[in-house]
């Protein structure tokens, strides 16, 4: 099945560290390339980070500096390790990317979202 599935959200203090995995399940897709977004209560969604197949990674001047995307393609698995978290870094996190499966291409696939709340 074509599909994302996010983990590792949660609650953290000002200053703290968050990791969010995106993987996909099935054994047979491959991750090409991915971009990570972040949506905020009543704000547009935002492009945090994005890791394309040679490993090469950009990131938003906000989040730069204190996130980092890794690729485990053994795995099929993308992190986002965020560090130095800031109350302004709440938000619900989605992970969207291309992938291919027994030959077709698959665009736009959204895992299903991660809320972080950082709060004292």
């Known amino acids: 099945q074509v599909q994302l599935v996010e983990s590792g959200g949660g609650l953290v203090q000002p200053g703290g560290s968050l990791t969010l995995t995106c993987v996909a399940p099935?054994?047979?897709?491959?991750?090409?390339?991915m971009d990570w977004y972040r949506q905020a209560p009543g704000e547009e969604r935002e492009l945090v980070a994005s890791?394309?197949?040679?490993?090469?990674?950009k990131y938003a001047d906000s989040v730069k500096g204190r996130f980092t995307l890794s690729r485990d393609n053994a795995k099929n698995t993308v992190h986002l390790q965020m560090d130095s978290l800031k109350p302004e870094d709440t938000a619900v996190y989605y992970c969207?990317?291309?992938?291919?499966?027994?030959?077709?291409?698959?665009?736009?696939?959204w895992g299903q979202g991660a809320q972080v709340t950082v709060s004292a």
């Open positions: 890791v394309i197949s040679s490993g090469s990674t």
């Open positions: 969207n990317a291309t992938l291919l499966w027994e030959g077709r291409w698959f665009f736009e696939v």
């Open positions: 099935e054994s047979s897709l491959r991750i090409n390339a």
